[in-house]
Nanobody, 125 residues
Framework: QVQLVESGGGSVEAGGSLRLSCAAS????????MGWFRQAPGKEREGVAI????????YYADSVKGRFTISQDNAKRTLYLQMNSLKPEDTGMYYC??????????????????WGQGTQVTVSS
């Protein structure tokens, strides 16, 4: 059974940093595309950062480029999101997601099969 468990969320002031983690189990981790998505109240869920199977390439939303870094440790089956220079508009629930369908570089929520329960990030001004 696929399980994704996020951790590392919290409350920080603008300019601060947080590191999110997502522990994965129940599937062949190295063959999946993994991503971080977020959803703010009243807004649609959006892709923040994606790392494609094998870790050869990544995708970042324009709003987080240069501030967020996605990485993974295949041996630990863990996905990370380092978030620096946080802004109030980064506030939201952050979700880890996985899909085996990596061929077309999935970046939207509809392309992902498996989801974690989310971890809240709140950035105050």
């Amino acid at each position: 059974q696929v399980q994704l468990v996020e951790s590392g969320g919290g409350s920080v002031e603008a300019g601060g940093s947080l590191r999110l983690s997502c522990a994965a189990s129940g599937f062949t981790y190295s063959r999946y595309c993994m991503g971080w998505f977020r959803q703010a109240p009243g807004k649609e869920r959006e892709g923040v950062a994606i790392i494609y199977s094998g870790g050869s390439s990544t995708y970042y939303a324009d709003s987080v480029k240069g501030r967020f870094t996605i990485s993974q440790d295949n041996a630990k089956r863990t996905l990370y999101l380092q978030m620096n220079s946080l802004k109030p508009e980064d506030t939201g629930m952050y979700y880890c997601a996985a899909t085996p369908l990596c061929r077309w570089g999935p970046t939207t929520p509809d392309e992902y099969n498996y989801w974690g329960q989310g971890t809240q990030v709140t950035v105050s001004s």
